[in-house]
Nanobody, 122 residues
Framework: QLQASGGGLVQAGGSLRLSCAASGRTSSGYAMGWFRQAPGKEREFVSRINWRGSSTDYADSVKGRFTISRDNAKNTVCLQMNSLKPEDTAVYYC?????????????????WGKGTLVTVSS
């Protein structure tokens, strides 16, 4: 249903662009988002975007550095990550939720993709 790609190794200050391809039920009407989980830490919210792309939301830790976008014609959502920091190192997960308002908690997300690893070296 959700296939994430674009992770890799980058130096601090660099950029990466994550993509998530949606298929099946998740290709229509769903809010999309990204979460991440660093080694030894809890999963945390990164960003979300509603179905129409008219509303976006970011964690304070990434605000101003990351940008989420979507292309419904291509059933994809992207996360442009700039000015990366070592603390951004984590496995990033794409998520789809039919109910945008509650998506931030991650507790009731409808669909999860397999993660993609982002490693930022200092």
């Amino acid at each position: 249903q959700l296939q994430a790609s674009g992770g890799g190794l980058v130096q601090a200050g660099g950029s990466l662009r994550l993509s998530c391809a949606a298929s099946g039920r998740t290709s229509s009407g769903y809010a999309m988002g990204w979460f991440r989980q660093a080694p030894g830490k809890e999963r945390e919210f990164v960003s979300r975007i509603n179905w129409r792309g008219s509303s976006t939301d970011y964690a304070d830790s990434v605000k101003g550095r990351f940008t989420i976008s979507r292309d419904n014609a291509k059933n994809t959502v992207c996360l442009q990550m700039n000015s990366l920091k070592p603390e951004d190192t984590a496995v990033y997960y794409c998520a789809a939720d039919y109910y945008y308002p509650s998506m931030r908690s991650g507790d009731d997300v409808d669909y999860w993709g397999k993660g993609t690893l982002v490693t930022v070296s200092s």
